[in-house]
């Protein structure tokens, strides 16, 4: 394993993090600032006032990998202006673009000083000082998960200070399930599971800096399978409860979750803890079993339904949203109106939509029928209407009920705060900020297309 060199004070220097995509990008931007913070380095908000600047890329959407060589290239015209007035500035490619990319990425865009994979970036201070000593791009690829968080040393390199109330955790990385259209299992690897006593003190540590709410993160985070805290195989409703215990966490959340993953305990947990929030998101993809199978999803649209209707069974108030894609290689008008028919049938509070892209390297990628851009646009259109209108039902229908909401910070407007409903709506209303943390009664009084306005309930 390698060692992080100790920190030289004498630097003071400015990073960048730019992310793209997931919020777990997101999650790993916030590891690495942190962690160069420990170096010396402060971050400024944008990349002109930046000596180091990270992109830290995704590869999930349609041209990810034109964005990031489009991006690159206004660093490098902003690093050769600075050079040429004396000065410099570092440019690394992190992410899954920098993972499915490597050494393509120097090749194709010079200027860029350092490439590396999510599974690596604990190592950046040590790839800092190689590419200071050597003066040449450096690529680092390889995938160790237990590594980076054995690198990272758990919760200690986390400054938990300036995540407000709420705060994300990774708990989960990789995939092992191999979807035909995406590239995650490429470029983050096997699953791989924090151990619980990992998560419970890097939440802890959280808390005590004021945060209320975690939502816990992995590409399949349902699929948790960590090492328990008597040394047993723990499963994701183990590690819930573990933190539901820690004193001063209202809420827990987690995201994004796979069908095939959904065990007992963990739909029974959602009856039992009161800390877990009564909101899953849970992607189906597509309608069609055809199309499912194509997909390689490792489970039918009846198996869905059956799963959504048991949560139902026992949280009965609990709000669905789901992932679809549109013009999957070979979908027909039918099987996209099946798409439709199983968002009527299961009636969402949220959903992303996307039209199918390609991913090279994916199975998908290589077929041949390949659905028209023209036919992907008007599918997208029709089931992102269908969608919005369900959305815009279910905020109609929390009008005139009373919900715990969790105040997060103020308003634009005097006097306001702003605060997260159990299902994730922002929720405005009156109120001082010395509630900011506190979980307050709030009567819903009207919706918005994407948010809900309240009032304080008097008890």
Not at 53 to 58: A, E, G, K, R, S
Not at 395 to 402: F, M
């Amino acid at each position: 394993m390698s060692i992080t060199p100790a920190p030289d004070k004498s630097i003071s220097q400015k990073v960048f993090i730019k992310s793209f995509g997931c919020q777990m990008n997101v999650y790993d931007s916030e590891r690495m600032t942190e962690l160069l913070g420990a170096q010396g380095y402060s971050a400024v908000e944008s990349a002109e006032a930046a000596d180091l600047v990270i992109l830290n890329t995704c590869h999930i959407r349609e041209k990810a990998v034109d964005k990031v060589y489009s991006e690159v290239g206004k660093l490098r015209e902003m690093k050769q202006e600075r050079q040429q007035n004396g000065g410099d500035m570092t440019i690394a490619v992190a992410g899954c673009v920098a993972q499915a990319e490597g050494h393509e990425i120097v090749r194709r865009a010079k200027g860029v000083d350092l490439v590396f994979g999510p599974q690596t970036y604990h190592r950046l201070p040590a790839l800092l000082q190689q590419r200071a000593l050597t003066q040449k791009p450096v690529v680092e690829t390889e995938f160790p998960s237990d590594d980076k968080f054995e690198g990272l040393g758990g919760a200690s390199h986390r400054r938990p200070h300036g995540h407000g109330v709420a705060a994300f955790v990774t708990i989960q990385e990789g995939c092992d399930k191999f979807c035909s259209f995406c590239v995650v299992p490429y470029t983050r690897g096997a699953e791989f599971s924090r151990p619980v006593s990992q998560v419970v003190d890097e939440t802890q540590k959280l808390v005590t800096a004021g945060v209320r709410e975690v939502t816990l993160l992995g590409q399949n985070v349902n699929a948790y399978r960590g090492s328990g805290l008597s040394g047993a195989q723990a499963t994701l409703a183990i590690l819930i409860d573990a933190l539901s215990k820690i004193d001063g966490l209202h809420r827990i959340r987690y995201m994004t979750s796979h069908p095939r993953d959904m065990g007992d305990d963990l739909i029974a947990a959602h009856a039992t803890n009161a800390k877990l929030m009564p909101y899953l998101h849970l992607p189906v993809q597509a309608g069609s079993d055809r199309v499912l199978k194509a997909m390689n999803r490792g489970h039918t649209t009846q198996h869905y339904v059956d799963l959504i209707q048991r949560i139902r069974n026992v949280r009965p108030d609990i709000a669905i949203s789901g992932d679809f894609i549109v013009g999957f290689p070979g979908e027909s008008d039918a099987d996209f109106e099946d798409t439709l028919n199983i968002v009527r049938g299961v009636g969402y509070a949220a959903a992303y939509s996307f039209k199918y892209s390609e991913r090279p390297g994916t199975p998908a990628a290589d077929r041949k029928d390949q659905v028209p851009e023209e036919v992907k646009n008007q599918r997208l259109y029709r089931l992102q209407a269908l969608l919005t209108a369900q959305m815009q039902m279910f905020n109609t229908s929390c009008v005139g009920k009373v919900f715990p909401v969790l105040i997060e910070k103020p308003g634009r407007q005097a006097g306001q705060m702003i605060g997260r409903s159990p299902y994730l709506q922002s929720v405005h209303l009156d109120a001082p900020g010395s509630l900011v943390g506190q979980l307050v009664n709030v009567k819903i009084l009207s919706s918005g297309s994407n948010s809900l306005a309240g009032e304080l309930e008097i008890a």
